[in-house]
């Protein structure tokens, strides 16, 4: 279940506790958790209901414009109507984890179920050299890192997913790096040097690779840089299209912000 960013931020702050979906059955079920960059949503409902039953409450109460506005964003679809209430449950735990320095003792432990990742593998032994590959090249596209390591991308990233389960490893708009506690890991009591790690709020993925690579290349790496720069600023940029500008006045209003004035 999608949720743009800017319905996910007011979800956070208490504002939207509904979504409306076309749907040819129930998708999710009461008590279902999304991890999302804004923390985790829970489903407290899920009901079928008539278009017609729909009220300007239930539009203010999904985030929409008006009941029209609503009553338009469901118009391409001739699927049943659900109505999906939704809840901000805290804070997404791996966040936390991966900030979490583990000490000598839970490094151990955290090796051992490498080594059993490793041992389950159909691959062989690959988990310390995914964090060093990603370690060594961060930000750097998926199929480029499982290239290097003779993998084909989509088994190779969900091998990275159980990496990220277990905190050591964080997501990208292009790539991944290691969190702190994936250095921790990785170093095992000797700490290598290492460029400082960015700050602020990282580019959402939804930007797509074209706009993050034109973003970068003008030393944009977090949304609220996006506020120094206009609207008509970034349109010009190659490779950031209208929806990349959409994600992007989505990102920047979860935060309270919005693109400089012209």
Known sequence: MMIRPAVLAAIKAGDVDLAFRRWDRARVKVGTRMRTGFGVIEVTSVERVPLGSLRADDARRAGAASLAALKQELAHRDDPVWRVGVRYAGADPREALRETIPDADEIAEIHRRLDRLDAASKHGPWTRASLEIIDANPEVRAPDLAAQLGRETQEWK??????????????????????????????NGKPRKRAPRPTGTPLPRSIGAPATRALRAQGITSVEQVADWTEDDLRALHGVGPIAVARLTESLAGLGLGFREP
């Open 158 to 187: 969900t091998d990275v997913r159980k990496l990220k389960e277990l905190g050591l490893t964080e997501s990208l708009a292009i790539g991944y790096r290691l969190s702190p506690r994936g250095e921790a890991v990785l170093d």
